[in-house]
């Protein structure tokens, strides 16, 4: 069966610091992959897609940035964190079809 | 410009109620609409609809899609404390890789 997992769970970092996200998927091939990012109540903003390794899709011009350097590895990363940072990082992936899987999270607080 | 809108964006009920939640959208080329649950970490998927009509079920849960009035409901009747949980609606755009999700409605059910 497949499996999301996201790392960290939680983390807490100043403004100006850099951020490594990471998402891996196990038990399939291929995934298309997602990066959204959810503040507090309010509903899912997708951040970045890929349909295959190197290949990045961007939906929100900002410090972010994503990477695929493996099938099933998805990373997100800034340089330079900001306030509005903050938020709940969600990774999901899909098959061919439109139902999205996602990972636990990452909760990101940024002082 | 597609969107994706919930209502109401929050509620409170007491265990035994019966909650209707609403999601209508605007999205160009329409061919599914996605429930999703989310308690505290990962949505989990719900129902997909593609067919006016047609209602999916699943327990005490259930789901409708009207493609001509552009709306869906999700029911839950006899409510319990474990149905407390954001309710995110989505719909796929064209191509499968967007998804536009709705702000989710929060409900809240007491004991």
């Known amino acids: 069966s497949q499996t999301i997992h996201q790392w960290p769970a939680t983390l807490v970092q100043p403004v100006g610091s850099p951020l490594s996200l990471e998402c891996t998927v196990e038990g399939t091939s291929n995934p298309n992959l997602y990066w959204y990012r959810q503040a507090a109540g309010r509903g899912l903003q997708l951040l970045f897609y890929?349909?295959?390794?190197?290949?990045i899709s961007s939906e929100v011009p900002q410090n972010l940035s994503a990477s695929r350097p493996q099938d099933r590895q998805f990373i997100l990363s800034s340089k330079k964190l900001l306030l509005s940072d903050s938020g709940f990082y969600l990774c999901?992936?899909?098959?061919?079809?439109?139902?999205?899987?996602f990972g636990p999270g990452t909760r990101l607080l940024v002082l | 410009e597609d969107k994706v809108v919930q209502s109401p964006l929050s509620l409170v009920v007491h265990e035994g109620d019966t909650v209707t939640l609403n999601c209508s959208y605007e999205?160009?080329?329409?061919?599914?609409l996605l429930w999703y649950k989310q308690e505290k970490k990962a949505p989990t998927f719900l129902f997909m609809l593609t067919s006016s009509g047609i209602e999916k079920k699943s327990g005490r849960l259930s789901s409708i899609l009207d493609k001509k009035e552009l709306f869906s409901i999700l029911n839950i009747t006899a409510t319990q404390t474990g149905d407390s949980a954001i309710y995110l609606c989505a719909v796929p755009k064209t191509g499968g890789f967007k998804t536009i999700f709705g702000a989710g409605t929060r409900l809240f059910v007491k004991a």
């Open positions: 890929s349909v295959g390794i190197g290949q």
């Open positions: 999901a992936w899909t098959a061919s079809g439109e139902t999205q899987y």
């Open positions: 999205v160009t080329n329409f061919r599914s």
